[in-house]
C-alpha cells in the first residue's frame, strides 16, 4: 500500500478484556516498530521486529504485551487484561532496514480502557 | 542504552520569531538523528535527518538542524515561523531512541 496502515483506528474496552491491534507496513519494509504515545507523554518504544523475528522486545511494558508478525508483513499488538494505564495512543512504523532509516508512521490506534 | 532528552516540553512563539529546540542524547557509538514532526490531526513524518557528512541539515519548510558531536546535541532551529508549524516535533536517534517530544505553539 502506499503507506502505513493500522487498524481499528478507535478502540473502547473495558478493563480486564484482550485486544488486539493490526499493522500493515509499507510493502517491502523489513523492520517494523511499534510505540505507544500517551497523552502529554513522547513516544514510548515497545518492540522492534526485523523480518517476522523480534530482536528487541526490551519496551514491552509487562508480560500482558505480546507482538507478533507473519510473513515478514503484518503485525498485531495484543494486551492482555488491559488496565486503564493501557489507555494510549498505539503507534506503529516501518522502514527499509532497521539501522539510520527514515520511520515511516501509521494513524494509530486509539486505545481507551473504560 | 541511548537516551535522547528535548529541553523544552512547550514553546508558544508569535509568527515570524525564530525558533530553536534543543535535543541532547547519550550514545557512544554511530548516531542516525531525526527530528519527526505532528501536525495536528496527522501522522508523524520526517522533517530532517542526519547520517554523516555536513554537520548542517536541511529539512523541508525550511527547518535545518545542527549536529554538534561534542556537545552530543542536534538542535532544529527555523529563522522566522509561521503559524502552520504549530506541532509536536520529536527527537530521534537511532532507530528507536525518541524523545519526549516539544509541542510547538505559534501565535497568528
Known amino acids: 500500500g502506499a503507506g502505513v496502515s493500522q487498524s481499528p483506528s478507535n478502540k473502547v474496552t473495558e478493563k480486564g478484556k484482550d485486544v488486539e491491534l493490526r499493522c500493515d507496513p509499507i510493502?517491502?519494509?523489513?523492520?517494523l516498530y511499534w510505540y505507544r504515545q500517551s497523552l502529554g507523554q513522547g513516544l514510548e518504544f515497545l518492540i522492534y521486529?526485523?523480518?517476522?523475528?523480534?530482536?528487541?522486545k526490551s519496551g514491552l511494558p509487562s508480560d500482558r504485551f505480546s507482538a507478533e508478525r507473519t510473513g515478514g508483513s503484518v503485525s498485531t499488538l495484543t494486551i492482555q487484561r488491559t488496565q486503564q494505564e493501557d489507555s494510549a495512543v498505539y503507534l506503529c512504523?516501518?522502514?527499509?532496514?532497521?539501522?539510520?532509516?527514515?520511520?515511516?508512521f501509521g494513524p494509530g490506534t486509539r486505545l481507551t480502557v473504560l | 542504552a541511548q537516551s535522547v532528552s528535548q529541553h523544552n516540553h512547550h514553546v508558544i512563539l508569535s509568527e515570524a520569531a525564530s525558533l530553536e529546540l534543543g535535543c541532547n542524547y547519550s550514545?557512544?557509538?554511530?548516531?542516525?538523528l531525526f527530528w519527526y514532526v505532528q501536525y495536528p490531526g496527522q501522522h508523524l513524518q520526517l522533517l530532517l535527518k542526519y547520517f554523516s557528512g555536513d554537520p548542517l541539515v536541511k529539512g523541508i519548510k525550511g527547518f535545518e538542524a545542527e549536529f554538534i558531536k561534542s556537545k552530543f546535541s542536534f538542535n532544529l532551529r527555523k529563522p522566522s515561523v509561521q503559524w502552520s508549524d504549530t506541532a509536536e516535533y520529536f527527537c530521534a536517534v537511532n532507530s528507536s531512541g525518541f524523545g519526549a517530544g516539544t509541542r510547538l505553539t505559534v501565535k497568528p
Open positions: 521486529f526485523q523480518g517476522n523475528s523480534a530482536p528487541d
Open positions: 550514545y557512544g557509538g554511530t548516531v542516525n
Open positions: 512504523a516501518s522502514s527499509l532496514v532497521r539501522t539510520g532509516n527514515e520511520q515511516f
Open positions: 510493502s517491502g519494509h523489513t523492520a
